[in-house]
């Protein structure tokens, strides 16, 4: 299961951010992952329950947010979203349109318990 590293890099990058900035407690730890990433929520939160249990980290909230697989169309230049992979563009038809989101892991935000 990769997502114990996940949430052991997780961890990591948080715990670089709170030294950096002289931070001594996370309320929350907003991430996105998108639907491309292999990434399952419920087990990378699970990891993460496990991972910080009796730390600093207990009581820190994960969020997820799931990005769906973004596409544009080389041809009509639309832009539209699917929840699995599709080989064509749902307006014009045409093949190979371009992902543009959809494969990403990051920490977007980091809530402090500092007023």
Do not use: W
Request: charged share 25%.
């Amino acid at each position: 299961m990769h997502e114990m590293s996940i949430a052991q890099n997780i961890v990591n990058i948080v715990e670089d951010e709170m030294s950096r900035h002289g931070v001594d407690k996370i309320q929350a730890i907003n991430i996105t992952t998108g639907k491309l990433s292999a990434v399952v929520p419920a087990h990378l939160s699970m990891c993460f329950k496990i991972l910080t249990e009796n730390t600093k980290f207990s009581k820190t909230i994960l969020n997820i947010e799931v990005i769906p697989i973004c596409y544009t169309c080389t041809k009509c230049k639309k832009y539209f979203t699917s929840e699995k992979l599709i080989f064509h563009c749902i307006y014009c038809k045409e093949k190979n349109p371009v992902i543009t989101a959809g494969k990403e892991l990051s920490v977007q935000s980091i809530e402090t318990g500092e007023e």
